[in-house]
Every structure is written in C-alpha cells, then in structure tokens.
C-alpha cells in the first residue's frame, strides 16, 4: 500500500484549472523529463512523454491520457466594493460552495472566501431553496480600488485544500484528476520494458470538454489507448448496492462504459485478464453519467483507436474532500504498468 503520499501532496495541491494549467503542467515537465526519451508540449498545452517500445518493428503506438486540469472559476466582474463574480469552468454542486475558501490568481495569489446571503436575513422561502452558483460571490476582504491592483476579470480561481492522510486513504481538494497524473509519473519510473512506443499524455481541459484528449488524440493517432480518471464511489450510508459504481478498498476499476465511452470489448478483457495474472485487484465501472479522456483517445484518431480506462475509485467528486484509498491507486500504477509491458501478448484480432 506504499505510496508517494508526499509528491501526491505536492500535485494535488498546485493550481491548474481549465485553460491555465501552466503551474501543473510545469511541474508535470520536471517529472517526466528525466523518465522518458522525449518530451513535448503542443499547441494547446498538453505535455507528451513518449518513452519507446522494447519490441516494437511495427511502431504501434499506446496513449495514455490524465488531465491536469481541475474544476475551478474565473472571475466575470470586480463590483463597487470590492467583490467578484464568477463563472464555473467545470461541474459543481453549488451547496459544496458554502463556506469555502478559494485563491484567485492574477498578479500575485490571493485567498478569498465564497460569501453569500446569511441565513439570518433569509426569508421561509429563501431557506427551502436550493443554492444557485449565481447566488455566491468571492470577498477577499479588499476595497475595489485594492482588488484592482492585483486582479482582473479573466483571472482564473481554483480551490483551497491540502492534502492530509484520513486512515488508509487521502482527502483533498482536486483528486480529480491529479491522482491521475501522479499514477502515469509512478507507472514511468517503474517502466523499464514497454511493448509498444508509450505516449504518456497529459491533458488539458478535460473538465470544460475533453479539449485536450481530442487534440491530443489527433496528433498521436494511436493504435491503443488508456485514459486515467477518477470515479464515483458511492459506497456510503444510505447507498442501494447498484448505486455505488464502485467501492474504497476494492482495487482498482475497471471501465466498461461511461456517458461517453463503450469501452472496447478486447480492452477491457485485456485489462481483467492482465489484472487477475498479476493478482491485482480490481473491480468493475459502469458509470451512467459522466466521461472522461477515455472518449478522446478512442475516437479522435484518424483510424480511431482499441480503448479502455483504468479508473480510481474517489469519493465526495468535485468536491474539496475528494477521498481515494492509497491501496486502490497502488493497484492502478500495478495494472498501468503491467497493461504497457504485456500489450503486444494479447490476441487482438479475436
């Protein structure tokens, strides 16, 4: 169950919301840099760290996809006294946003807090409502004129949580998708015999669209792909067992479909047998709503592509207390790493 909670920590906590991942995606670079044989970085922001196949005449070609980006804002007007308004740039539930702190980041960072009408001053109705994102503002405690001197509309806003153990797993703020990124950085060091040329590739945008994967996809044009995300774990009180998609503890899952993606059959077989030869557990994902990078990498290739996902089980999404068990992302490097070395084995054709 080791792992780096440490540089998990580190890329977790670093900001990079969709369209300004430059922060995370520096720090991806310095990782990567020295774990593969060429790094790149397109015209959109995605970095790519190609490391070659071992036995690879037909230079087939594997993606794997982890966005860097995490749900945030950004700011769309500094009012009279000094308050902003915002828009979201992802999916939130607009009752996470109560009480919570948030850094907006323009000439230098500055924390601010989610304010919105107090309860006190609510009227019967009013209380019985459900929270809208329009009804919050970001105070940061500052004139206008002081705001101004720092920020400006256009400005990105992402969310303030560390990072901390809770048992045998880890909570924070952003999980989605850094988890991820920190599986593909683990699955580099250990690689030492890929079948095929290794396209590690980490996205931008996902959370407004899937923008990077599909520009990505396009330029890679790869004969298989794999994309790295979270999903639902709904393993909780009052919880039905169909509900759940999957479960803290269980292993690693295994996508078969999401909203977006049928998985290819002889992926997923391919994933179940490699899995169970090495004794990595895992668990199936049916996931009804949602998508992930997993429909970029199939698709947006000129011949399209055989894909599948690797998914980490996390609980509370998009939410600032995102929780993985440190067992189940072990397993996920495992079966990453295992999926790259034993890829050219499989019968593809059948």
Request: charge should be negative; aromatic fraction near 6%; charged fraction near 25%.
């Amino acid at each position: 169950m080791n792992i780096n909670v440490a540089l998990l920590k580190e890329i977790c906590e670093i900001a990079g919301a969709p369209g300004f991942e430059k922060r995370v995606r520096d720090l991806v670079i310095d990782l990567v840099t020295p774990l593969a044989d060429e790094v790149k970085v397109d015209n959109i922001g995605n970095v790519i760290a190609v490391k070659k196949g071992k036995r690879n005449p037909d230079g087939k070609r594997v993606m794997i996809a982890a966005h860097m980006d995490e749900i945030g804002f950004i700011v769309t007007h500094i009012d009279d006294n000094g308050f902003l308004r915002f828009h979201t740039l992802g999916g939130f539930d607009p009752k996470t946003l109560t009480a919570q702190r948030v850094i907006v980041h323009g000439k230098k960072d500055l924390v601010g807090v989610m304010g919105s009408k107090p309860i006190h001053v609510m009227s019967a109705e009013e209380r019985t409502k459900l929270p809208k994102t329009t009804d919050f503002f970001i105070d940061l405690g500052m004139s206008k004129e002081e705001v101004e001197k720092y920020i400006t509309v256009g400005d990105p806003v992402t969310r303030d949580r560390e990072l901390i153990e809770m048992g045998d797993c880890v909570n924070c703020k952003s999980i989605d998708n850094r988890v991820a990124v920190f599986i593909l950085i683990e699955a580099l060091k250990q690689l030492e015999n890929p079948a095929y040329d290794v396209y590690a590739t980490f996205t931008v945008q996902e959370e407004v669209g899937l923008r990077g994967a599909n520009v990505a996809a396009h330029g890679i044009n790869p004969d298989f792909g794999i994309a790295l995300d979270t999903t639902i774990a709904f393993d909780v009180p009052g919880a039905q067992a169909h509900e759940k998609v999957t479960e803290l503890g269980k292993g690693t899952a295994i996508k078969i479909m999401d909203a977006m993606t049928i998985c290819d059959y002889r992926m997923v077989e391919f994933m179940k047998q490699t899995a169970d030869n090495a004794a990595i557990s895992w668990q199936p994902e049916i996931l009804v709503a949602g998508g992930t990078d997993t429909a970029g990498v199939q698709r947006m290739g000129k011949q399209g592509a055989i894909a599948g996902a690797i998914s980490i089980p996390t609980r509370h999404l998009h939410q600032v207390i995102e929780m993985a068990h440190k067992q189940d992302i072990a397993d996920s490097i495992a079966l990453l790493k295992t999926c790259l070395e034993e890829i050219d084995q499989y019968d593809w054709k059948h």
